[in-house]
């Protein structure tokens, strides 16, 4: 049995066997002269060694010998096929499509499949070709292809009745054959892909006052329907094999039948959910089933408890856990199913269930999403060292969000903790403990709110763990634990809003000045998009320098600006943890176009207050010690260089990248080679050196603070062409920065003449 879960689901099933009293023994079996339809095709070599990339949030709708189709809901309903070949995507130009279980897909121009009246068939095979019918002048709709020429087709006649027809196209010209056996009174006729040339047709009759959905099996070569069974209610997903039927209720019942002896078995599985539907397939004499669901949940945080998708053979009772969770199940060519699920171990896509040498069931993954199966902390979101007076969450990120998180929070020096069970869901107003994309957490006022430890918060190292809890069930609970160090009125390097993440300045060629959020992407590890652009208002084109100088007086970060005439403007902001507030600018004082670099944001006298830095014309370098009073923000200034800094036309703050325990400073020269001074703790650096070159090819270089919350600060490039580029700190001052990575940060904003 295949399982990869700590807890291990058991099915206890109980297998009933009657005789139908209305069905002789082989009644049902596949006649001997009966032609199987569609006719074989060519194998098509699959040339791939690797799983193909498989649509995110793709709905399976049709697999073939060649390929499978699917639509993305997030996408809108665009079909496309993907060849398993050569993996190439082929887009299909229709609304609607459905599956014949081969490479032949009906596409058509209305609303649902029924409801388009003219539409084709198209063989998706390498060189097929594409049949269309016209429907309209036989008074028909579709129900069912069934080749590349021919389709199950309901026919309303003159007085009323309905008749199901195969409708063949021969050369432009529509032909059709009644199907006898269907009563003139069925409506809502439908039928599964045809397997060994049969399919099982379900449709609805009235009986007395009230409607029953029947069942049939139809021959399409002697085009008859026998039928099998009355059912009060509706079938969900039946399925056909060359030797069985089957279908479920809404019970948690699987029901099928022997096609030879025409016997019936029951198997009830106590472990699904009351009322809970199933989705099953057949191969052979093995049932398939499942609960269907998605791996993401659907938001609410209530659903089910997936049952896994089991293989149960129907002669000897034996069951085979094929994969943990199964949202779709389609027939495919060549006695197999196709299945839209996931598996902890193999990962989660598109997977092709056959029968092995041994005649038993085997599930092989042809397309992935790349996401994983089961739950996995992707990392943590809280800014070191954490404020604990500030509204920024704690924050976690897990692959999703359906789970349920014992988090448990202990201050390590006196043990004291706090422990809370967070119920993660998005949908209606969500959870207060959830923060989109995966991440969850706390406020540090909520803590304060429901524990002592929260309200006699203490500085220093603080020991988390938490268990989060599958709330579908899908995969084993994940355990991961960490710490972080705390303080009070922590000054934030780049923080505007408060929110724990990185905010850049980006003024346009209008003179607009943007708030750009931003979001630490954990698995492209470099730096996203976060909520979108805030306009901070127009007039900025009279400041040549605009700086980010981190939080003057604690919490979120402040900027300053130089006018043209020399005038030093501080901007106060206060982040509440959503936006940013900014006050009415207060002059620092004239003369600071002496001045030919600027930069802030980095504590480089270890006081734990960010200071102010200036190179002027003449090459000294100058410290503006930070006072930690808003009022007065910078104490006078101090030379902590003599000369040789005018060889630089750009240096930046980017607090402590070297692991020396002190602020230090990047300085880039005329010929693009860039320098790392250490800092020593009292404002000082240590000898330069040298860290790489060609990095004239950007236009500013910002340290904007521990944007990936490993600890250690971080360094953003923009280039021209609304190129970005994100360097993540290492923490050794041999090699401060970790190999670039492209970031989408400004690609699609207005291209800016300054970012800060």
């Known amino acids: 049995m295949i399982s990869a879960r700590t807890t291990r689901r058991g099915v206890s099933a109980a297998i009933t066997t009657v005789l139908a009293a209305t069905l002789g023994a082989g009644l049902l079996s596949a006649p001997a002269t009966a032609a199987p339809l569609p006719a074989a095709e060519a194998a098509v070599t699959d040339t791939r060694t690797a799983p193909l990339p498989y649509p995110n949030y793709g709905i399976l709708t049709a697999a073939g010998r060649t ?52 539409l084709q068939l198209r063989d998706m095979a390498p060189g097929g070709g594409t049949v269309t019918m016209d429907l309209r002048p036989l008074n028909a709709t579709y129900v069912k292809a069934v080749s590349k020429d021919t389709i199950l087709a309901k026919v309303t006649k003159t007085d009323g009745t309905v008749e199901l027809h195969l409708v063949t196209s021969t050369g432009g010209t529509l032909t059709q054959r009644k199907v006898e056996g269907v009563p003139a009174a069925a409506q809502s006729p439908a039928a599964t892909p045809v397997r060994d040339g049969s399919v099982l047709l379900s449709y609805s009759v009235q009986d007395g006052t009230s409607w029953e959905r029947e069942l049939a099996v139809v021959d399409l070569a002697a085009a008859k329907a026998v039928p099998v069974r009355r059912l009060a209610y509706y079938p969900g997903s ?53 609960t269907p669901g998605s791996l993401e949940g659907d938001g609410t945080g209530l659903g089910p408890r997936l049952l896994p ?28 199913l196709y299945v839209r699920g996931g598996h902890v171990e193999r990962g989660d896509g598109l997977y092709r269930v056959s029968l092995a040498a041994d005649g038993k069931p085997t599930a092989q993954l042809v397309a992935t999403t790349g996401k994983p199966v089961g739950l996995v902390h ?100 994940l355990k991961a634990s960490g710490s972080f160090t705390a303080g009070r009125n922590v000054p934030s390097q780049h923080d505007l ?172 020269d005329k010929d693009g080679v860039l320098w790392l001074y250490l800092g020593k703790g009292d404002g000082t650096f240590t000898a330069r050196k040298q860290i790489g070159g060609g990095w004239g090819a950007y236009t500013d270089t910002i340290g904007i603070g521990d944007a990936n919350y490993d600890g250690r600060p971080d360094l953003l490039a923009y280039g021209p062409n609304k190129t970005a580029y994100f360097y ?29």
Not at 524 to 551: M, N, S
């Open 67 to 118: 390929g499978f189709l699917a639509w993305a809901w997030d996408k809108g309903r665009t079909y496309q096929w993907t060849r398993y070949a050569d993996g190439k995507v082929i887009t299909i130009d229709a609304p609607v499509a459905d599956s014949s279980g081969s490479d032949v897909i009906m596409t058509g121009q209305g609303s649902t499949p029924a409801r388009s009246l003219v």
């Open 378 to 477: 992707l990392g943590t979101r809280i800014p070191q060292p954490f404020d604990l007076a500030s509204p920024t969450p704690l924050k976690w990120e897990l692959s999703r969000e359906n789970a349920d998180v014992d988090l448990k929070i202990t201050h390590r020096a006196t043990g004291t903790s706090f422990s809370k069970t967070l119920h993660l869901y998005s949908e209606s107003a969500g959870s207060p403990y959830y923060y989109g994309d995966g991440q969850f957490g706390i406020t540090w006022k909520e803590i304060a709110a429901e524990s002592q430890m929260g309200k006699d918060a203490a500085t220093g190292t603080y020991d988390w763990t938490f268990t989060a809890r599958p709330q579908n069930g899908v995969g084993p609970d």
């Open 238 to 290: 039946p399925a056909i094999s060359d030797t069985h039927l089957t279908w479920a209720d809404a019970g948690g019942k699987l029901y099928s039948v022997d096609r030879a002896t025409g016997v019936e078995t029951v198997i009830e599985d106590t472990e699904l959910p009351e009322g809970e539907s199933l989705t099953v397939g057949l191969l052979g004499a093995w049932a398939m089933y499942g």
């Open 497 to 668: 809003d408060g929110d724990g993440a990185p905010n850049l300045l980006a003024r346009d060629a209008q003179g607009v000045l943007w708030n750009l959020d931003t979001a630490y992407d954990s698995r492209g590890k470099t730096l996203g998009r976060g909520f979108p652009a805030w306009k901070i208002g127009g007039g900025w084109q009279g400041y040549d320098r605009i700086e980010t100088v981190g939080g003057i007086g604690g919490g979120a970060a402040d900027f300053i600006a130089r006018d043209k005439a020399g005038t030093l403007w501080l901007y106060d902001v206060t982040g509440n943890g959503y936006h940013a507030t900014i006050a009415p600018r207060k002059s620092l004082g004239g003369g600071w176009n002496t001045y030919a670099q600027i930069t802030g944001g980095s504590d480089l006298t270890g006081d734990g207050r960010p200071d102010l830095v200036a190179a002027d014309k003449t090459g000294a370098l100058w410290l503006y010690k930070g006072t930690g009073d808003i009022s007065a923000p910078f104490s006078r200034r101090q030379k902590i260089g003599t000369g040789g800094w005018g060889i630089y036309n750009q240096i930046t703050a980017t607090g402590n990248i070297g692991g020396a325990g002190a602020g230090d400073l990047i300085a880039r």
């Open 309 to 336: 998708l089991t293989a149960k053979s129907l002669t000897t009772g034996e069951s085979i856990r094929l994969l943990d969770y199964v949202s779709t199940i389609e027939p495919g060519p060549d006695n197999t």
């Open 728 to 756: 993540a700190g290492t923490g050794d001052h041999r090699a401060p920065f970790a190999r670039r990575a492209t970031s989408p940060i400004l690609t699609d904003q207005p291209p800016y003449n300054h970012v800060s």
